[in-house]
């Protein structure tokens, strides 16, 4: 299993990227799947994820720190997830990691431990 995110970059303050995390190896289209940040000094933190319920049925749930600006969404027929970050600020500078969780829902979506994949991270830097 392998996941690759891309996208990251350079972006002014008040700017938008979308990342995205392509996966091989297995369909993940009956997982959740999620994004977490980690900027130098701090503790990897959660993002977002798209938690699968039976049904195929996907619901999003976000950080507060960043609802309203940031939207997750997936492509199962590509086996991919995005990230479509808009009015970014200074303090979203931070490496992005796409995740990948097998727990059935519900489970601690937040924390790096419910999760069985990770990608190897793109950099994201917001600065004028």
């Known amino acids: 299993v392998q996941l690759v995110e891309s996208g990251g970059g350079l972006v002014q303050p008040g700017g938008s990227l979308r990342l995205s995390c392509a996966a091989s190896g297995r369909t993940f289209a009956t997982s959740s799947m999620g994004w977490f940040r980690q900027a130098p000094g701090k503790e990897r933190e959660f993002v977002a994820v798209?938690?699968?319920?039976?049904?195929?049925?996907?619901?999003?749930y976000y950080a507060s720190s960043i609802k309203g600006r940031f939207t997750i969404s997936r492509d199962n027929a590509k086996n991919t997830i995005y990230l479509q970050m808009n009015s970014l600020k200074p303090e979203d500078t931070a490496v992005y990691y796409c995740?990948?969780?097998?727990?059935?829902?519900?489970?601690?979506?937040?924390?790096?431990?419910?999760?069985?994949?990770w990608g190897q991270g793109t950099q994201v830097t917001v600065s004028s």
């Open positions: 798209s938690t699968w319920y039976s049904g195929y049925t996907y619901y999003p």
């Open positions: 995740a990948v969780s097998l727990r059935a829902t519900p489970f601690n979506f937040t924390i790096p431990q419910s999760y069985d994949y």
